[in-house]
């Protein structure tokens, strides 16, 4: 560290400082005025809330590392700092710490005098404490990490807008990729409700999917903790690998790249590539759907021209030249070559996946989604340690642990039929996605296409969703009461049709009480009532001052609908 | 003394340098002469540490000068429009350089600002191009460094600034002794201060 280096940043300092006070401040004021309780916020404002926490931090981040950096893009400016006796190691340091030291001591010091108020105050107690050192401690991971992406773009570049716009392409690079194998996988019979979930690799869904369960209050301190952990090891890992490549960059960083727009010149063709293979088959793949009768052509041209236009955009940049770019088609030639190796791969593997049905004997059992029951999927609850509610479970998650269906002919007959007919031939098509659990202790989901209209289809739709092993799969209450310790504070009857609300009671020996009429009116409900009928009425069963709830469907024929 | 080892410098496809040597001894004035194009500045920043060449190696008191810091407090290097934050005072400028060069004479620079009528006040954006210039060049001169390595300030000089430089570097020869190493484009700008002049050609 040089300390004396500072002596000419009074001025970068102050504004960093300003800047990032600025923005903290207004947005705390505008948090505390909108909120009467500091940890009063209803738990489906915290999720915006935290998002818009990931995004005022990332800013602050990128804004107070261009500035710092940015003198790497002026050729009097890094002649000035690379003709002064530090070295290369020093000076990085020095202005990283700078940058660094504006945020983190900005945070540091609000939350202390945060607790220097609230503790005489008697707001504070271990949870809260806890929760607040867990999510500063993500908070500045989180702001480390774009910083040095940052620096890292700037290092690359030898203009602002070039750095910026690197840096966007740097810290949102995973995402695009998770976008485009998203793209890439959606095959006619992918099933995305029962795909395994990716675990959280990007920078933002490792901080937002963290936060989010770490500063709710109603949530215990085991889940925020637990939350915290994992969370914590990514953003170190990202963190080092990052510090390593802007620190590596600024240090291998020739200073005469100041007079250039892209700063290593040997890194014109890698940097191409990163981002022209990418959204050309973005691209691709989003035009897929568009022209169905000529989509394979349709893809493919696509991705061509979107590979040209790309490269072509980015060789200007690099060369400042389109004559130089319209000659340069060496860089093109090999995008298109790696594109089009990554589409015969996928479509070679399409036409295999998109065939798959198990064997009978293969079969152990299935769990389905039905799309016409969807709204049903996602009301299943978390409990905690102490059977508190604190959040819910994943739709699928739930479905694949409880839905157990044995009758292995309905579904493969289904399945059968969907592989003979394209489902854009069928008069009333319906996509349901299935989860096949094999007997050799394997998975495999699919989704397969239901003709509606079809009789045979509608018998063995009736023999999947009639029996109560579908009924216990959708719905956590068809199965269990109310835990004894749950806060059921509201049980209502919504009539739908009149859009009525109806208060029937509350606590756990009423809810208990509609969940056996209702669980007695559901051995009628099959296919045909999904199919044909309306859902009539709902009884919702509310936990924990309404945050969390049942929600239970009443059909015409139920003897809560009849007798109301 | 300043030793050149073969120094060869490429901008992406374009040479600037090829294999260029040369020697500059201590206490003398020695000029760099050459058409736009030439590779001056080049050799400049590569003298100065800032630019590290392809090949060859740039010794200085027999020591490298690349990322050296023992080294590059030997030298004080002025580029051809030399960066002075446009907020700050000279005074301020100065004090900055204090820190980072030991030997750093204010009495001298105050001397310098005293004879040649120069400010030390006020921020240095609101002074002329050239004024602000032969400030720089009394910085350099004041940092107490052994070499000092410029790049052609003076072309766009008038000629009086241009006489005022002539003579600062001519006294500061003597006093404190510093030895320049400085690029121009036309020998004649600098008089017969010159000890030694080397011409550099364009790489075709």
Redesign the interface.
Known sequence: MNWKLFADSKRRILISALFAAVIIVSYCGRLLARHTRVYGMPFYEVRPFTVMIAVTTGVIAVAIASYWFAYLHSTKRTDFYHSLPVTARVRFRTFYTGCMLVYVSGLVLSVLTSFMFAVPAGAVNMGLAARILMSSVLTILFFLTVTNITIYAFTLSGNIFIGLLIDAVLLFYIDLWERVLDLTWDFATYSSFFAVRRPDISLTDIYIGAIYPTVRSDVSLGVSASAFVWAALKLLIWFFLSYRMCRSGYLNRPAEASRSLIAFYSSHLLIKLMIVVPVALLMGYSTYNSFYAYREVVQIISMIITAIVVSMFLETIFSRSLKTALRKWGSIIVSLIVIFVTYGITRAAEDRYNSYVPKYDELESYAVFNPLDSYYYGFNLKYDEDGHVYDYIDAAEFVKEHMILPDEKAILTLAAKSQRTDYHDMSSPMPLQVYYRLVTGRQRSRQIWVDMEDDENRMMLNRIVGPAYYKSGVWQAFDRDVPDDADVNSVDYHDLRADKYTHLGQGSGTADQILDIWRDDMVLYDYDHIRYDEVAAEIEIHFDGGLYMWVLPVYEDMSLWKDR | MIELSNITKH??DKCALNRVSAFFEEGAVSVITGTSGSGKS?LI?II?????PDSGVVIVDDMPIY???AT??R???L?E?????S??SADELA??YM???DGFREDLLKELVDRYGMSMTGPMRRMHRDARDLLMLAMGISAGTKYLVCDDLFTSMDDELRASARRMISDARRNPGTTFVIAVSDRSILGDIADYTYELEAVR
């Not at chain 2, 429009?81 to 934050?85: G, L, R």
């Open positions: 901008f992406d080049t920043r100065g540490g800032i630019i590290r990322d050296n810091v590059q407090k030298l004080f290097v580029p429009k030399p960066y002075c934050p907020y700050e004090h900055f820190h980072m060069y």
